[in-house]
């Protein structure tokens, strides 16, 4: 399996550097950006399933970011981090589906642990999105059968055989 891929992204190069550090020792694969803009470039060439993302930069803020990357990849699992914090900005970020505000500094343990978190959820969403993609598989296999010419007790005797076949 592939190593996590996660984008850092905060406008001061210490504060990118100490979270690069702080999760460098957990085997993801890390890029980091200096804004806004940088972040969505990276974004549009690279599918990460996680970003660090800070909420104050210039000149694209990181709310805009958040919105703006939920196109590129809807699936990506988004911590904001920040200095600055207020209720009307949490209540956004959270809106705009970030999985967690984190408030700067951050405890190394405390962001080490948020992001493990965030990327089972995201394994567990990807795992729904393929099962879902089977079910439905499987819903339109059955619905061939059901209008096709075989007599029905036939047909239910191959739908019965699927079936049993799948739980097994």
């Known amino acids: 399996m592939n190593k996590p891929h996660v984008l850092i992204v905060d406008d001061e190069a210490n504060i990118r550097l100490v979270l690069e550090r702080t999760l460098s020792h957990e085997g993801y694969r890390l890029d980091t950006a200096a804004n806004g803009a940088e972040a969505l470039q990276k974004i549009a060439k690279t599918d990460y399933d996680l970003m660090v993302l800070d909420l104050h930069m210039e000149p694209i803020d990181g709310l805009q970011v958040l919105k703006d990357s939920r196109v590129q990849n809807s699936d990506m699992i988004i911590i904001i981090l920040t200095a600055y914090s207020s209720v009307d900005s949490a209540i956004t970020a959270l809106r705009g589906e970030a999985f967690d505000y984190l408030l700067k500094p951050v405890e190394p343990q405390a962001l080490r642990q948020r992001v493990a978190e965030g990327l089972v959820k995201l394994a567990y969403q990807r795992q ?29 005797s191959i739908r019965s055989t699927c079936l049993s076949n799948r739980s097994s």
Not at 129 to 155: E, F, K, S, V, Y
């Open 128 to 156: 729904q999105h393929q099962l879902m993609g089977q079910i439905d598989t499987l819903r339109d296999t059955l619905n061939q059968l059901d209008t096709c010419p075989i007599p029905h007790q036939a047909a239910r």
